[in-house]
């Protein structure tokens, strides 16, 4: 099994506004109505993979956090993705390997993981928490 890992912010889409952890946090940082821009990059290759790998594994991991899913979905929607799972923060842990280790636990079949992101704090901890799993393939796509 191959899982696709995409990041939201500045990865799917381009913010509007300056990224700060309180307005993040907020259903209002997702208001369709903000001039939120799709990065045409990851578009085109979520669209390649979907059709190339229709087996694969689909997922977003977001340093959102869980209480604005339903606002993050709908704004996800709008630019034509769907997810099969969404690992997002819940409680005070905002570090990406964390809930990378936890996917890897949940699909011990994989053995490829594709990753678009775009900061090197979140590409850091993922390949770090990488190097316990050597029979998995990790590629990085950085978008910014």
Do not use: H, W
């Given at each position: ?113 594709k990753y678009w992101e775009d900061k090197d704090k979140h590409i850091n901890s993922v390949t770090e928490v990488m190097k316990d799993y050597p029979e998995v393939k990790l590629e990085i796509i950085k978008t910014a």
């Open positions: 099994m191959n899982i696709y890992l995409f990041d939201f912010d500045n990865t799917i889409v381009n913010l509007p506004y300056e990224e700060t952890i309180d307005f993040l946090d907020q259903a209002e940082s997702l208001d369709p109505n903000l001039n939120f821009t799709a990065i045409v990059k990851t578009r085109k290759d979520y669209i390649k993979y979907s059709n190339y790998d229709p087996d694969g594994l689909f997922l977003l991991l977001s340093n959102r956090i869980v209480e604005v899913k339903e606002s993050l979905i709908t704004l996800l929607n709008k630019f034509g993705y769907n997810f099969e799972d969404y690992y997002l923060i819940s409680g005070d842990d905002r570090n990406k390997g964390n809930r990378v280790k936890k996917i890897l636990e949940k699909y011990p079949g994989c053995k490829s993981i």
